[in-house]
């Protein structure tokens, strides 16, 4: 192609551009790239032209050819690969990796360039190795609110409570609306260690008077006439309507509740649909998918399904729909399940609870939602049907020793938790400690958990780090590994301790003051296990000592814990239900009697 048909054919290919014809326009790149391989100008507009026709995997591949030789177009075309993976290809982390990284080197003192390396690594849970860039993003450019949340966020995962509050706390500082840092700092108190709980509650209604003060107070309800049904309209608000914890509880729900008195609406934001959701979907009465729903529009859908009780499954814990409860959505709201504090929202009504979670004399100012206490327990268990064989006692099938096992989230482990289990370990002679949470696949983070145990004089050796097992019956049959399972505190575990209980496998745990911290006492004292339930620190290293010497005990334990679980009231679907149903009637009976003609 001689010089005077390359530039016509340029001329042509911009000016289809131009006109928003990119199909044809691609075709004339095409054209020129074959007679020109090597025209980084060339291959820079075929990307531009695939990212325009949605075709984004084969635009990273024509920006990686504009990067393949020194040009005024290298930095534009490495932004733009970035920009490709970061919006349109959130699984190929690893590719955008290679481009941030070349961004970097060519651009040191870009804030942005740092930041969407360390958003890579942050994506692939590589959060140590996230850790230098993200910092380096918000020392060149330290009001960026994004790239605070995102330390926050860092350290959360890695257990650095105090770091990750300080984060937060410097957006807030900066804008006090803003909504990620909000709702991830309440989410975060719970997870701290020695924060005072006055302090965590204080945080809690704060937010939830700034968000009501967003929205006009709403005309009363009362209970609604001329339905063809009688039945109570129970609305479910959830984004864990999957393979998930909180599907093992709300299970027993949904598949027991009374159709004859109940009618039942899931409000799913679920993300990624499964099975379960597919199971859940079925069993209810009607079935809405809110993922794509505003707050505003979620509410309007409410208020238009005429529910009667509305209840939260997710309080803060994931994508919180407070901006819906806080605007009233249904005449009656409850927190249930899903968050271990209170919504701080006046206008959340009721929080289901027990007496063992809460007790009576448990400060009820504490909470802005009345406490309604389950006699049996808030929790009712469905174990998964593909569970393994309950095996042997590992110290005794073995002979290698004792072994200790943690299952709980990471965010739950903090540096006093690492200590007090070195403690337990220096007094158990051989024992052995198994610590399995997701973000365990990190190298550099196990690194700083083996030299935490180091410090405290525990050889690494006796310390096996172990990331997530995604199947279900894997993550399971870890549990035939471990001997006694220890809590976390002051955020207990719920999931991973009916998980052992399940598998043969006790917990100990140590019982605070807070509701989250005393989660392991509820479930523990139903199963017959309050001799496992410690009050101290001390108390919960004496027991774990002690609980380890008399294998015989923990051998016969593990061969009937499965049944002592089974026939607790854990699991028993028929008191649960009747229960929690007797609270949704004794709520809906607080309405008063006369029609409800509020305009939707």
């Known amino acids: ?314 309080g803060y814990a994931g994508a919180s729909r407070a901006g819906v409860f806080a605007r009233k959505a249904a005449p009656i709201q409850v927190i249930y399940l899903g968050y271990p504090n209170t919504s701080g929202l006046s206008r959340m009504d009721f929080r289901i609870t027990d007496e063992w979670s809460d007790p009576a004399e448990c400060k009820e100012k504490r909470y802005t939602e009345t406490l309604v206490r389950l006699p049996s327990g808030f929790l009712c268990y469905s174990p998964n049907p593909d569970a393994p064989k309950v095996g042997e006692l590992p110290a005794m099938r073995d002979g290698k020793g004792l072994r200790f096992g943690s299952f709980n989230s990471f965010q739950k482990i903090s540096p006093q938790m690492l200590k007090v289990w070195a403690k337990i370990l220096s007094a158990v002679h051989g024992s052995t400690l198994l610590i399995k949470a997701q973000p365990l696949h990190e190298k550099m983070l196990c690194e700083r958990v083996w030299l935490a145990f180091e410090a405290e004089g525990i050889d690494r050796a006796r310390i096996e780090l172990s990331s997530w097992t995604f199947d279900v019956c894997g993550h399971l049959e870890n549990y035939s590994q471990v001997d006694i399972h220890l809590d976390t505190f002051p955020y207990n575990g719920t999931t991973t301790i009916f998980e052992g209980l399940w598998q043969g496998v006790p917990t100990i745990t140590l019982a605070g003051d807070s509701h989250r911290s005393r989660v392991g006492l509820s479930i523990l004292t139903q199963v017959g296990l309050a001799d496992f339930v410690a009050s101290s620190e001390q108390q919960y290293i004496d027991l774990a000592v002690r609980k380890s010497k008399d294998l015989v005990a923990l051998a016969e334990l593990r061969r009937e814990l499965r049944g002592q679980l089974y026939n607790s009231p854990l699991m028993d679907r028929t008191r649960f239900i009747s229960e929690l149903e007797k609270c949704y009637e004794d709520m809906y009976s607080t309405l008063p009697d006369v029609e409800n003609d509020t305009d939707l």
């Open 1 to 314: 192609m001689n010089k005077v048909k390359e530039i016509a054919l340029k001329k042509r290919a911009m000016q289809l551009m131009t006109e928003k014809r990119y199909v044809e326009a691609r075709a004339a790149v095409k054209k020129l790239l074959k007679a020109f391989p090597a025209d980084v100008e060339c291959w820079f507009a075929l990307g531009q032209l695939q990212v325009g026709l949605g075709e984004f995997e084969f635009a990273v591949e024509s920006f990686d050819k504009a990067c393949q030789s020194p040009s005024p177009i290298l930095p534009v075309a490495l932004e733009k690969a970035v920009d490709v993976c970061i919006q349109h290809l959130p699984k190929k982390s690893k590719l955008g990796i290679v481009f941030a990284s070349k961004l970097v080197k060519l651009k040191p003192e870009s804030a942005r360039a740092h930041f969407c390396l360390g958003f890579f690594l942050f994506n692939l849970r590589l959060y140590l190795s996230a850790e230098a860039n993200i910092l380096k993003a918000v020392e060149l450019d330290p009001e960026n609110v994004l790239y605070l949340n995102y330390c926050g966020q860092l350290y959360t995962y890695t257990a650095q409570i105090e770091k990750a509050l300080y984060f937060y706390g410097k957006t807030l500082k900066i804008n006090p609306h803003d909504r990620q840092a909000s709702l991830c700092r309440l989410m975060t108190y719970n997870y701290a260690d020695g924060v005072d709980e006055a302090v965590v509650i204080d945080a809690h209604r704060q937010f939830g008077v700034t968000l009501e003060k967003q929205f006009a107070q709403l005309e009363s309800f009362s209970k609604p006439k001329n339905r063809q049904s009688s039945r109570i309209r129970l609305g479910y608000v959830s984004q864990d309507f999957k393979a998930h914890s909180v599907a093992y509880f709300f299970k027993a729900l949904i598949e027991n509740y009374s159709k004859e008195r109940f009618e039942v609406t899931c409000y799913s934001d679920v993300e990624a649909p499964d099975q379960v959701t597919e199971e859940i979907k079925c069993k209810a009465d009607h079935w809405c998918d809110s993922r794509l729903m505003s707050d505003e529009q979620l509410y309007k859908q409410v208020r238009l399904d005429q529910i009667d009780i509305l209840v939260d499954l997710v």
